[in-house]
């Protein structure tokens, strides 16, 4: 295996990539059912139940996708080309979602809504992001490279998070709904081009790993499947990714509600934002010297402590922009980890089924990551949904009912808290820094012996 290092130039490209795909999936998730509900005129609880029928059917799609990833063998390597053959895919996929025809009749919108969802979430952001995820743990062989890569990546990502949060509704309302959609995908594909061109695999390309492709190629989509659910932290990995994209999908789409509705005013939606990304903007820059001092799983665990104090903080305090502020920078905080540790934590896993089984999977392994990050938001999204159902939200009204309004207040708040419960029960099961020496030296024997 090439040891060497990443550059600076490579990281940052790297770390753009993921800027290409928040253009597209964050303005997704915390827009579409905006637009769904209050431009389209959709019903709240088909939204919900559409969303998390496509992500379930997308957990089987990435699951698809990993296995090509592990059988594709070019001269680019095996994911920097499904970066490169999607980036304009997901452009034009972000345009068409944004653009339901206003003379269909509510079942044509509905199908509409239903097909290019189903297009975007299951094919297209499942071959990029899936790729693009993977290409961490066959750029940077060295864990310590991987945090500080998820750490910049991240970092931007806020960035671009933020970027979005200020800037639609302003698009919107110059250039309508798909305008903005045709702003973004250009964008989105410009830095995921980017990406492809600047950035190099090292695991698994080289001459002297010949032998080792060959015998994955060896073993089939059964066996490998097989081997992946025999590894015990792919699963519990599973449960964190989604438990964890859940609430940011609730987060992300009822922030406009809460703003709007429970605070009063919309124009609060950038600065609520703020407060939830700049923490981990900070964060993400010094994450790597935190992972030195406390190591990835404490500071996941850490993290999810933060993130209960900041919801509880905002669910049983009066309702004001101070509370809110003080409980978005406790989640931001405490999202750190939830970050860069986490991705990087996705990276050993690979390692410990190597380690294990003598096959290396990094596309089905790294599924763990796209079909977490989809399913969660898909039932993040579900969850916006069905909630503002229960809470009885009507779009067509200036001002919502007091009931209404405690009912976002309580999706937003309480459900979270629930959820990071779940992700702590899982998390306790995933010590992976407590063994990976075990697995680093037992690596190094294993590919010394077939490189001899």
Not at 15 to 36: E, K, R
Not at 178 to 192: C, D, P, Q, S, Y
Not at 195 to 210: D, L, P, S
Not at 304 to 326: D, R
């Amino acid at each position: 295996m090439n040891s060497s290092k990443p550059s600076w130039k490579e990281i940052i490209a790297f770390a753009i990539g993921d800027g290409g795909c928040n253009l597209v999936w964050t303005t997704i998730g915390s827009y579409l059912t905006l637009y769904y509900t209050d431009s389209v005129g959709l019903a709240t609880a088909f939204i919900g139940t559409m969303m998390l029928l496509t992500r379930l059917l997308d957990g089987v799609s990435d699951l698809i996708m990993g296995s090509i990833l592990d059988r594709t063998h070019t001269r680019w390597g095996k994911a920097r080309p499904w970066v490169l053959w999607t980036a304009i895919p997901m452009g034009l996929g972000l345009v068409i979602v944004f653009t339901i025809p206003s003379g269909l009749s509510e079942g044509g919108k509905m199908a509409w809504a239903t097909i290019t969802y189903i297009l975007m979430a299951v094919v297209i952001y499942t071959a990029c992001n899936l790729a693009y995820n993977t290409l961490l743990s066959l750029e940077a062989p060295d864990p310590k490279d991987r945090v500080l890569m998820s750490s910049i990546r991240f970092f931007l990502t806020m960035g671009t998070v933020l970027f979005i949060n200020y800037n639609v509704n302003s698009l919107v309302e110059k250039f309508g709904w798909t305008g903005m959609a045709v702003i973004f995908g250009v964008l989105a594909a410009a830095l995921l081009l980017i990406t492809f061109a600047g950035t190099k695999e090292r695991t698994n390309v080289e001459k002297n790993t010949a032998k080792v492709q060959k015998k994955e190629d060896k073993v089939s989509v059964w066996e490998s499947f097989k081997l992946l659910f025999k590894n015990k932290y792919f699963l519990l990995v599973t449960v964190i990714f989604v438990v964890d994209y859940t609430i940011l999908g609730i987060n992300n789409g009822l922030r406009i509600y809460y703003a709007r509705d429970v605070l009063g005013n919309a124009a609060l939606m950038g600065t609520l934002t703020l407060c939830f990304i700049l923490p981990k903007m900070i964060g993400n820059l010094v994450f790597p010297y935190i992972n030195k001092l406390l190591g990835k799983w404490k500071s996941l665990m850490l993290g999810y402590g933060l993130e209960i104090l900041g919801l509880l903080v905002m669910a049983f305090t009066e309702t004001s922009f101070t509370t809110a502020a003080i409980g978005l920078v406790c989640l931001g905080i405490g999202g750190i980890p939830h970050n860069a540790g986490l991705f990087a934590m996705v990276a050993d896993v690979i390692d410990y089924g190597e380690w294990k089984t003598g096959v290396r999977l990094d596309g089905l392994t790294n599924s763990v990551t796209s079909f977490g990050m989809k399913v969660g938001a898909g039932f993040g999204s579900a969850i916006v949904g069905w909630g503002l159902a229960w809470a009885a939200y009507d779009g067509t009204l200036g001002a919502q009912a007091a009931a209404t309004i405690s009912g976002i207040k309580t999706v937003f708040t309480i459900v979270p808290v629930i959820l990071i419960i779940a992700g702590a029960i899982a998390l306790f099961f995933c010590n992976l820094d407590k063994i990976y020496p075990q697995i680093a030296k037992g690596l190094e024997e294993k590919r010394a012996k077939e490189n001899s």
